[in-house]
């Protein structure tokens, strides 16, 4: 099974720019679609950005022109560049492998990482 560790969070203000990792391991990164996901307090948990293995990308309408997902294959990595981070933003951020669907995930959700942008 895949496991994945999130890190790169914090407080930032509105604005401001963070950037997200996601190591994952248990699995061969190359060749899973990988997501990245979030969840508001109060909220369901929510695709924001999906990348296949060959490359191609997915967005949120809320994040569109804001976010950029990428991958490191070789460091079995993805990456989630946030430009432009606005309150709505804060939530923690989860990263899975999915297949098909994308809340059909092939990993355990690890703990995520906090992203709170402040007014």
């Known amino acids: 099974q895949v496991q994945l560790v999130e890190s790169g969070g914090g407080l930032v203000q509105a604005g401001g720019s963070l950037r997200l990792s996601c190591a994952a391991s248990?699995?061969?990164?190359?060749?899973?679609?990988m997501g990245w996901y979030r969840q508001a307090p109060g909220s369901q948990r929510e695709l924001v950005a999906a990348i296949t293995s060959g490359g191609s990308t997915n967005y949120a309408h809320s994040v569109k022109g804001r976010f950029t997902i990428s991958r490191d294959n070789a460091k079995n990595t993805v990456y989630l560049q946030m430009n432009s981070l606005k309150p709505e933003d804060t939530a923690v951020y989860y990263c899975?492998?999915?297949?098909?669907?994308?809340?059909?995930?092939?990993?355990?959700w690890g703990q995520g990482t906090q992203v709170t942008v402040s007014s």
């Open positions: 248990g699995g061969i990164f190359s060749i899973n679609d």
């Open positions: 899975n492998a999915y297949s098909g669907s994308y809340y059909y995930v092939l990993g355990s």
